[in-house]
């Protein structure tokens, strides 16, 4: 299923869903421009929600490793929300698990943002 991905910006926190298999195709040079965009204007957050994410491919990981270092080259933070159980699988066995702050869901993390402000 191709990847297509909405966003939303709430004040310095930026949203991207996502839909479909995280391949890494035509999308993700377009979601690793957008990220670079965001860095530009200022933006510390941004939130990737999974939830509608079934697979994510060895490039799909890699976008992911991408965006995380542009983010944390500025000083900001990305962070992966409601993964699949198969998604969680994935970060486990590439240990990668340790790397990305992984939340349960858009709304867990405004819970955490809203409560740290």
Do not use: C, W
């Not at 040079?29 to 965001?38: H, M, Q, T």
């Not at 941004?46 to 944390?72: A, C, P, W």
């Not at 790397?99 to 858009?106: L, Q």
């Amino acid at each position: 299923m191709k990847l297509h991905f909405s966003e939303r910006k709430e004040g310095q926190i930026h949203y991207l869903f996502m839909e479909g298999d995280l391949i890494g195709e035509e999308v993700g040079p377009r979601i690793a421009e957008l990220v670079s965009d965001l860095v530009e204007v200022g933006i510390k957050t941004v939130v990737i929600d999974l939830e509608k994410v079934r697979y994510i491919s060895s490039s799909g990981l890699g976008l992911l490793i991408t965006l995380l270092t542009k983010m944390k080259n500025v000083g900001g933070e990305l962070v992966l929300t409601a993964p699949s159980e198969h998604v969680k699988k994935l970060l486990l066995i590439t240990k990668l698990n340790g790397i990305f702050t992984v939340i349960e869901s858009v709304k867990e993390f405004n819970l955490r943002a809203n409560s740290n402000s």
